[in-house]
Each structure stands twice: as structure tokens, then as C-alpha cells.
């Protein structure tokens, strides 16, 4: 990782880690880069024995990313008061700027929190008001000092951090963004990644506000927003791996029409590959599905006996947040339909053995799990090209794949395969 990797990238690596946190928290899968990026950030950020939610952990290394890496590990906390202040202090630009890249520090995290894991409100009650003083510091900046070379730089971390005080609750923040988007469409200086960074959060925030009206119209919104965005920003690939996405969610017939368009009229290599890869996986539907081992309780796991039952076969991981939050619903729909002929095979990417048996066992997830410790080099999921988490692949009583989207209507798709 660049040690001089600063702010100036937010609306790059920096906004698609926030924008990626925030799509994780509702969510959607990440694929391996996405997670290992994530993974590297929470590690960065001292963080790994911290005890807080997945999601929080990934907003605050978001947080503490802001600053390069290399000032990160090495300097001392700053004390509170300078961390919660809104204003800065510094009447010269450079002075000013270094104050405000200084008092980016990672919070000092309450003590209490070491013995007593805080629950996901007192975390989000925590940051929010170090989140906001961030924006205005940021705003202070280049209110102060609007010719400076740094002013784009402050108003994108304005934005980038009102996103996150948007996510963590603070609702009054959404007026504050879209004048920022504005202010910032406006500027001259924005690159087009940048502005396409922007516009994508328009389109994401779109798709969030259709989830009252079912999946199907959240995805359908998405889609509509990246077209007009491929169309809009013709040679950004970002516009192409959001259709990727769009792909993902979809029923085949539907992706594969997205997919074969890609592969067809690509921006980039990657994503002719990428769009190969899913009609590779797509081309698997209707097809027997082989998969033999021993799980990790011992028990002798093969799909091709498990004939005249309906199985799912789910890849997940217990440090995954979208994974484990579709485990009650999981649970739930093999708890109701076990008996009726429903069966798990689970493919964990988890690393460490005890992760895996400990979870399983909390909540009860009694169904086999495949466990080699290899993470994203996991056995199955390199052999089914498993690029994102989680999945969830069904196979109909004739032991073939039916759908790779198990997680939409899950209960609903396994009765309607029971009954064939």
C-alpha cells in the first residue's frame, strides 16, 4: 500500500471503501478484492482486537484511512478536545492544512468498551460527533482558504464524511450532501473519477430508497442508474462493474443478457473477464452439481446422494456482515423445511477452524460445513468461481442447479422446488 496515500484519493479508493462498507451493511456481497481491501484496512488501523460490530469496524477503518498509512501506526493519539473541535485553529494555509490532517486521528475508544462489547447504537452515538467534526473542519478549510490547492481535496472529504454520519444515522445530513454535490459537480478541478464517484452514490442512495418495494425494484433502480451513468461516462469501467453487480442479483435469463452485452462491448479486459466468468457460472444452471468431502464434524458429505431432496449450498464466512445476517433467515427456512426434504452444504472461507465451529454451534446451524482454511483459495469456491459473498446456489431433486441467488425469497424457492 502507497504510504502517501492521503485524503486527495477519497472519492477513488477511500469513497469506494465507504460507498462498498455502506453496500456491505445493506447487504449486498463483496468480492474477494473488496474484502481483502477491507480486511487490510482494519488491520491498518489497529483495530483487530476492537469489539465492535463487522460493519462499524469497516466505517471506522474508513475513518482512520482518511490519513496516510504511514502517519497512522506511528503517531500518538490526539487528545479528545482537538479531535471533537469544529473549527481550526491555524491562520495560514499550510499550517491550517496540516492541522486539519493531524486531527484525523482514529478516536481514543472508550475504556469501558475493553470488558463490555457496546451495542450497535452506543457505537454509532460514539462516532458520530468525531465524524461531524471532521465535516467541519474540512468546511472550515476551505471556507477560509478557497484559492488553496487543498480547497477540492477538503470538500471531498466534506462530502465523503457526511456520507458516513449519513449511514451511521445522522439524517440531517442528506440536505448538507447534496448541496456538497453540487458545490462539487461544479468545480472544474474534479477529476472525472471523481465525479463519476459521485454520481454513483446518487445511484446507490437511488436503489436504497426502492428497498421498501421488494429486491426486485432496488436492483431495477440500480441497473437504471448505471446505464445512465455507462452512458454518461462511456470509458469509466465503474459504470460496467456496477452492471456486473446488477447481473449478479438477477434471475439468469436477465443476467445473462447483461453479461453477454458486456462481454460484448467492454472498457476494459477486466471486464470482459469478469462478464465471462459469470456466463461461465450461468452456463452451470440445469447441470449436475459434484461435490464430495468431509466436513468438519466428521461427517461424509456427497451431493450426487442427496438426490430426491432439494439442497442449497451455501459459501459464506462468520467475518463476513452480509453472510451472517442473512444466519437467522437461514436458519429459520431450514428449521421450517428440513423435514419436508430441505438440506444445507455449507462452504466456509473462514480461516481459522475454532471461527467456524464456534459459530455454527452458538446458532445452531447443525448442516455440514466444508473447511479448508484457504479463505478466497477455498477449494469450492475456486472450482464454482465464487468471486463474492454470500452465495447461495440451490439444486432441484434431480441434483441439478436451479438458481444462484438462494438469498431472494429463499423460503419461497425451496417450497416452490419441494413441490416439483
Given at each position: 500500500?502507497?504510504?502517501?496515500?492521503?485524503?486527495?484519493?477519497?472519492?477513488?479508493?477511500?469513497?469506494?471503501?465507504?460507498?462498498?462498507?455502506?453496500?456491505?451493511?445493506?447487504?449486498?456481497?463483496?468480492?474477494?478484492?473488496?474484502?481483502?481491501?477491507?480486511?487490510?484496512?482494519?488491520?491498518?488501523?489497529?483495530?483487530?482486537?476492537?469489539?465492535?460490530?463487522?460493519?462499524?469496524?469497516?466505517?471506522?477503518?474508513?475513518?482512520?484511512?482518511?490519513?496516510?498509512p504511514?502517519?497512522?501506526?506511528?503517531?500518538?493519539?490526539?487528545?479528545?478536545?482537538?479531535?471533537?473541535?469544529?473549527?481550526l485553529?491555524?491562520?495560514?494555509?499550510?499550517?491550517?492544512?496540516?492541522?486539519?490532517?493531524?486531527?484525523?486521528?482514529?478516536?481514543?475508544?472508550?475504556?469501558?468498551?475493553?470488558?463490555?462489547?457496546?451495542?450497535?447504537?452506543?457505537?454509532?452515538?460514539?462516532?458520530?460527533?468525531?465524524?461531524?467534526?471532521?465535516?467541519d473542519?474540512?468546511?472550515?478549510?476551505?471556507?477560509?482558504?478557497?484559492?488553496?490547492?487543498?480547497?477540492?481535496?477538503?470538500?471531498?472529504?466534506?462530502?465523503?464524511?457526511?456520507?458516513?454520519?449519513?449511514?451511521?444515522?445522522?439524517?440531517?445530513?442528506?440536505?448538507?450532501?447534496?448541496?456538497?454535490?453540487?458545490?462539487?459537480?461544479?468545480?472544474?478541478g474534479?477529476?472525472?473519477?471523481?465525479?463519476?464517484s459521485?454520481?454513483?452514490?446518487?445511484?446507490?442512495?437511488?436503489a436504497?430508497?426502492?428497498?421498501?418495494?421488494?429486491?426486485?425494484a432496488?436492483?431495477?433502480?440500480?441497473?437504471?442508474?448505471?446505464?445512465?451513468?455507462?452512458?454518461?461516462?462511456?470509458?469509466?469501467?465503474?459504470?460496467?462493474?456496477?452492471?456486473?453487480?446488477?447481473?449478479?442479483?438477477n434471475?439468469?435469463?436477465?443476467?445473462?443478457v447483461?453479461?453477454?452485452e458486456?462481454?460484448?462491448?467492454?472498457?476494459?479486459?477486466e471486464?470482459?473477464?469478469?462478464?465471462?466468468?459469470?456466463?461461465?457460472?450461468?452456463?452451470a444452471v440445469?447441470?449436475?452439481?459434484e461435490l464430495?468431502?468431509?466436513?468438519?464434524?466428521?461427517?461424509?458429505?456427497?451431493?450426487?446422494?442427496?438426490?430426491?431432496k432439494?439442497?442449497?449450498?451455501?459459501?459464506?464466512?462468520?467475518?463476513?456482515?452480509?453472510?451472517?445476517?442473512?444466519?437467522?433467515?437461514?436458519?429459520?427456512?431450514?428449521?421450517?423445511?428440513?423435514?419436508?426434504g430441505?438440506?444445507?452444504?455449507?462452504?466456509?472461507?473462514?480461516?481459522?477452524?475454532?471461527?467456524?465451529?464456534?459459530?455454527?454451534?452458538?446458532?445452531?446451524?447443525?448442516?455440514?460445513?466444508?473447511?479448508?482454511?484457504?479463505?478466497?483459495?477455498?477449494?469450492?469456491?475456486?472450482?464454482?468461481g465464487?468471486?463474492?459473498?454470500?452465495?447461495?446456489?440451490?439444486?432441484?431433486?434431480?441434483?441439478?442447479?436451479?438458481?444462484?441467488?438462494?438469498?431472494?425469497?429463499?423460503?419461497?424457492?425451496?417450497?416452490?422446488?419441494?413441490?416439483?
Amino acid at each position: 500500500m502507497n504510504p502517501d496515500w492521503s485524503v486527495a484519493t477519497l472519492p477513488g479508493y477511500i469513497g469506494r471503501f465507504v460507498h462498498r462498507a455502506i453496500r456491505a451493511d445493506r447487504g449486498f456481497p463483496w468480492s474477494e478484492t473488496e474484502w481483502r481491501f477491507a480486511d487490510g484496512a482494519v488491520r491498518l488501523s489497529t483495530m483487530r482486537n476492537f469489539s465492535a460490530s463487522p460493519t462499524v469496524k469497516l466505517v471506522l477503518a474508513a475513518l482512520v484511512l482518511a490519513v496516510a498509512p504511514s502517519r497512522l501506526v506511528a503517531a500518538p493519539e490526539l487528545a479528545t478536545d482537538a479531535l471533537l473541535s469544529h473549527t481550526l485553529q491555524a491562520k495560514e494555509p499550510d499550517a491550517a492544512w496540516t492541522e486539519l490532517q493531524k486531527s484525523q486521528r482514529r478516536p481514543p475508544t472508550p475504556a469501558e468498551w475493553r470488558t463490555k462489547s457496546p451495542t450497535q447504537e452506543e457505537q454509532e452515538k460514539f462516532l458520530v460527533p468525531y465524524v461531524l467534526a471532521v465535516e467541519d473542519r474540512a468546511k472550515a478549510f476551505y471556507t477560509a482558504f478557497p484559492s488553496d490547492s487543498h480547497a477540492l481535496e477538503a470538500k471531498l472529504q466534506e462530502f465523503e464524511f457526511a456520507s458516513l454520519a449519513l449511514q451511521m444515522g445522522a439524517k440531517d445530513q442528506q440536505t448538507r450532501m447534496d448541496a456538497l454535490e453540487k458545490l462539487l459537480l461544479a468545480d472544474p478541478g474534479l477529476s472525472n473519477q471523481q465525479r463519476f464517484s459521485l454520481r454513483q452514490s446518487d445511484v446507490e442512495r437511488a436503489a436504497k430508497a426502492k428497498e421498501s418495494e421488494g429486491e426486485a425494484a432496488a436492483l431495477a433502480e440500480f441497473e437504471k442508474g448505471a446505464r445512465a451513468l455507462q452512458k454518461e461516462f462511456p470509458k469509466e469501467p465503474g459504470a460496467q462493474k456496477m452492471l456486473l453487480e446488477a447481473a449478479a442479483g438477477n434471475a439468469p435469463e436477465k443476467a445473462r443478457v447483461i453479461l453477454q452485452e458486456l462481454a460484448a462491448n467492454p472498457v476494459s479486459e477486466e471486464i470482459r473477464q469478469a462478464a465471462a466468468d459469470q456466463l461461465k457460472k450461468l452456463d452451470a444452471v440445469g447441470k449436475p452439481v459434484e461435490l464430495q468431502f468431509t466436513a468438519v464434524d466428521g461427517r461424509e458429505v456427497d451431493v450426487s446422494k442427496l438426490k430426491g431432496k432439494v439442497v442449497m449450498l451455501d459459501f459464506w464466512a462468520t467475518w463476513c456482515p452480509p453472510c451472517v445476517a442473512e444466519v437467522p433467515h437461514v436458519v429459520e427456512t431450514y428449521n421450517k423445511l428440513h423435514d419436508k426434504g430441505f438440506e444445507i452444504i455449507g462452504v466456509s472461507l473462514d480461516k481459522e477452524k475454532s471461527s467456524l465451529t464456534q459459530y455454527v454451534a452458538e446458532h445452531k446451524m447443525t448442516w455440514p460445513q466444508f473447511f479448508d482454511g484457504q479463505y478466497w483459495q477455498n477449494k469450492y469456491a475456486r472450482q464454482f468461481g465464487i468471486d463474492s459473498i454470500p452465495a447461495m446456489w440451490l439444486i432441484d431433486k434431480q441434483g441439478h442447479l436451479r438458481d444462484m441467488n438462494g438469498r431472494a425469497d429463499l423460503s419461497g424457492k425451496v417450497e416452490k422446488l419441494l413441490a416439483e
